[in-house]
């Protein structure tokens, strides 16, 4: 729980320092056209992208536990944000933008950024390839420079409405988006030092005001400020809270799992090692920061952080360098961001949409993963397409927990020595094989965890006459939750009353610990938990 920036403070030098500026500056020019154009996907002014840069930068530079990590603005939150926008306005985003920090910091304190890898690969790569396609669908209308007559908030309407005005395409409008995305797309195989995005909206704008044409710019649609940013309290009510607190949770693991993969690819490229748990703390302050200061959510952007690496950056120096060019920018260029053309901000959203889409990763699980898997890909990418973000992550990890859930229950087996005696090993000290069991005893072996969506798998078990014992050799158990303890309790009633001895064998710690802590070992006995099945086949031989 120290921030990086602490840490390699101790041997600094002046060459790193100079290493350090020219990559922040670098960043800064690579991110104040993605700043903006993200903004504007969000639904929110352009200066707020650059806002968010400026302070979420600033501040997870400082106090996180990556090197190199770079943050703003991504792609991820767009559509989110849009949506809280058009429902509860800016005093909304304000409220769930803070909210999610002060999760994510709660993250960071509770050590749990380790446990962000257990959200599934299927639903990462469903929810960032559905983003891509609805930031993809949200930038049709300014591409083509439709006109809509009303102004949709839900993807699928979007489509619809395009679709529904698709003959009002303006040509000129057309045009410079093609030579922009034309420009995108060949300018990096050019030039790799200066980004492309920047000379595209330079030559959009020039184009645009050299032959005046009858494009739609940022400052026709938009009030351009150059203004600081300026500290303001949000207005919090129960109602608000209670709306966007959903929305909050999506930002707050959105966030969560965009900054700690881009510290892992980071991590990767300079041969260091992140501490994720204060990153995910900088992460909440960083965001809190951002939206007290009028900005967005922000979080790791994996392209500005390589970019950072591949420039030299190798301290959060580089990091705070990039926001404060920033905010030099902001007070300087901001009024030429006027004169940027919207088609120009669609074709980069293109290109943006193309690579995190991950199309070719997501092609690959279709062919490959197993169906369960494919269920939860797919699953999580058409919500998020057709509902929202919130709704795909809640229903694709409640349905990869069944489906986990499943696949465990199959793995868990209760058997008889009878059916299991060719698989033992012949090596292993406690092979069934060649042993004796005691008359009027039947063993029992379980393989697997004893949970609940198990627990039916070893309640009936024949009880006749004729047993006097029962041995459960659980050396392959490796945990117990409380729903398979109240089974075993009930299989050892129903083996008191029928006058049936209950042995448990190489009961490993886990099962041990729950069943000491419910008492079940006092019911059990002390000389009927034996440590192999050795010496239960002899306690059962006793009994007899």
Same mark, same amino acid.
């Given at each position: 729980?120290?921030?990086?920036?602490?840490?390699v403070m101790?041997?600094?030098?002046?060459?790193q320092?100079v290493k350090d500026?020219?990559?922040g500056?670098?960043?800064?020019?690579i991110?104040l056209?993605l700043?903006?154009a993200l *903004?504007?996907?969000?639904?929110v002014g352009p200066?707020?992208?650059l806002?968010?840069?400026?302070?979420?930068g600033?501040?997870?530079?400082?106090?996180?536990g990556?090197?190199?990590?770079? *943050?703003?603005?991504?792609?991820?939150?767009?559509?989110i944000?849009?949506?809280?926008?058009?429902?509860?306005?800016?005093?909304?985003l304000?409220?769930?933008?803070?909210?999610?920090?002060i999760?994510?910091?709660?993250?960071?304190?509770?050590?749990?950024?380790?446990l962000?890898k257990?959200i599934p690969?299927?639903?990462?790569?469903?929810f960032?390839?559905?983003?891509?396609?609805?930031?993809?669908i949200g930038q049709?209308?300014?591409?083509?420079g439709?006109?809509?007559q009303?102004?949709?908030?839900?993807?699928?309407?979007?489509?619809q409405a395009?679709?529904?005005?698709?003959k #009002?395409?303006?040509?000129?409008?057309?045009?410079?988006?093609?030579?922009?995305?034309?420009i995108?797309?060949?300018?990096?195989?050019?030039?790799?030092?200066?980004?492309?995005?920047l000379?595209?909206v330079v030559?959009?704008?020039a184009?645009?005001?050299?032959f005046?044409m009858?494009?739609? #710019?940022?400052g026709?649609?938009?009030?351009?400020?150059?203004?600081?940013?300026?500290?303001q309290?949000?207005?919090l009510?129960?109602?608000?809270?209670?709306?966007?607190?959903?929305d *909050?949770?999506?930002i707050?693991?959105?966030?969560?799992?965009?900054?700690?993969l881009?510290?892992?690819?980071?991590?990767?490229?300079?041969?260091?090692?992140h501490r994720?748990?204060m990153?995910?703390?900088?992460q909440?302050a960083?965001n809190i920061?951002?939206?007290?200061f009028?900005g967005?959510?922000?979080t790791?952007?994996?392209?500005?952080?390589a970019?950072n690496v591949?420039?030299?950056?190798?301290?959060?120096?580089?990091?705070?360098?990039h926001?404060?060019t920033?905010?030099?920018?902001l007070?300087v260029?901001?009024?030429?961001? *006027?004169?940027?053309?919207?088609?120009?901000?669609?074709?980069?959203l293109?290109?943006?949409a193309y690579?995190?889409s991950?199309?070719?990763?997501?092609?690959?699980?279709?062919k490959?993963?197993?169906?369960?898997?494919?269920?939860?890909?797919?699953a999580?990418?058409v919500?998020?397409i057709?509902?929202?973000?919130?709704?795909?992550?809640?229903i694709?990890?409640?349905l990869?927990?069944?489906?986990?859930?499943k696949?465990?229950?199959?793995?868990?087996?209760v058997?008889?020595?009878?059916?299991?005696e060719?698989?033992?090993?012949?090596n292993?000290p406690?092979?069934i094989n060649?042993?004796k069991v005691?008359?009027?005893?039947?063993?029992y072996?379980?393989?697997?965890?004893?949970?609940?969506?198990?627990?039916n798998?070893?309640?009936?078990?024949?009880?006749?006459?004729?047993?006097?014992?029962i041995?459960?050799r659980?050396?392959?158990?490796?945990?117990?939750?409380?729903?398979?303890?109240h #089974?075993?309790q009930?299989?050892?009633k129903?083996?008191?009353?029928?006058?049936?001895?209950l042995?448990l064998?190489?009961v490993?710690?886990q099962?041990l610990?729950?069943m000491?802590?419910a008492?079940?070992?006092?019911?059990?006995?002390?000389?009927?938990?034996?440590?192999?099945?050795?010496?239960?086949?002899?306690?059962a031989?006793?009994?007899n």
């Amino acid at each position: 729980m120290k921030p990086k920036l602490f840490s390699v403070m101790k041997n600094y030098t002046k060459e790193q320092f100079v290493k350090d500026v020219v990559a922040g500056v670098i960043v800064a020019i690579i991110a104040l056209p993605l700043s903006i154009a993200l *903004a504007l996907a969000s639904g929110v002014g352009p200066e707020q992208g650059l806002y968010t840069a400026i302070t979420a930068g600033f501040v997870i530079s400082f106090l996180g536990g990556s090197r190199v990590q770079i *943050a703003g603005p991504t792609a991820a939150f767009a559509t989110i944000v849009a949506g809280i926008v058009a429902r509860e306005g800016m005093a909304g985003l304000i409220v769930a933008t803070v909210l999610a920090g002060i999760i994510l910091i709660i993250m960071g304190l509770l050590r749990f950024g380790s446990l962000i890898k257990f959200i599934p690969y299927t639903i990462t790569t469903g929810f960032t390839s559905g983003i891509a396609v609805t930031i993809l669908i949200g930038q049709i209308k300014d591409f083509l420079g439709l006109k809509l007559q009303t102004t949709p908030v839900e993807t699928m309407e979007k489509l619809q409405a395009c679709f529904a005005n698709i003959k #009002t395409v303006n040509y000129e409008a057309l045009l410079i988006g093609a030579i922009s995305l034309f420009i995108l797309i060949v300018w990096p195989k050019i030039n790799q030092k200066i980004p492309g995005s920047l000379i595209a909206v330079v030559a959009a704008g020039a184009l645009v005001k050299l032959f005046d044409m009858n494009v739609n #710019t940022i400052g026709s649609l938009y009030e351009i400020s150059n203004k600081l940013p300026a500290f303001q309290v949000p207005s919090l009510s129960f109602g608000i809270v209670k709306n966007v607190l959903p929305d *909050a949770f999506t930002i707050a693991i959105l966030a969560g799992i965009e900054s700690l993969l881009s510290c892992v690819v980071a991590d990767g490229m300079v041969g260091s090692k992140h501490r994720s748990n204060m990153e995910l703390v900088a992460q909440g302050a960083g965001n809190i920061v951002s939206a007290l200061f009028g900005g967005i959510p922000a979080t790791g952007a994996i392209a500005r952080t390589a970019a950072n690496v591949k420039n030299g950056g190798r301290t959060p120096i580089a990091g705070m360098v990039h926001s404060v060019t920033l905010l030099l920018i902001l007070v300087v260029l901001m009024p030429y961001a *006027a004169l940027i053309p919207m088609p120009a901000i669609a074709a980069i959203l293109f290109v943006v949409a193309y690579n995190m889409s991950e199309w070719r990763v997501f092609a690959e699980l279709v062919k490959t993963a197993p169906k369960s898997d494919i269920i939860v890909l797919v699953a999580t990418f058409v919500l998020t397409i057709v509902f929202d973000l919130v709704v795909a992550i809640e229903i694709g990890i409640v349905l990869a927990a069944f489906l986990f859930m499943k696949r465990m229950s199959e793995v868990t087996q209760v058997a008889g020595w009878k059916y299991i005696e060719e698989e033992e090993n012949e090596n292993d000290p406690e092979s069934i094989n060649l042993r004796k069991v005691p008359k009027n005893t039947l063993v029992y072996e379980i393989v697997g965890p004893m949970f609940f969506a198990a627990a039916n798998k070893f309640i009936n078990i024949p009880m006749d006459k004729s047993v006097k014992t029962i041995i459960f050799r659980m050396k392959g158990v490796p945990a117990m939750d409380a729903t398979a303890l109240h #089974t075993l309790q009930d299989v050892y009633k129903k083996c008191k009353k029928n006058n049936i001895t209950l042995i448990l064998s190489h009961v490993q710690s886990q099962p041990l610990s729950v069943m000491k802590k419910a008492g079940f070992d006092k019911l059990i006995q002390e000389e009927n938990f034996c440590e192999n099945i050795d010496v239960a086949l002899k306690r059962a031989a006793q009994i007899n």
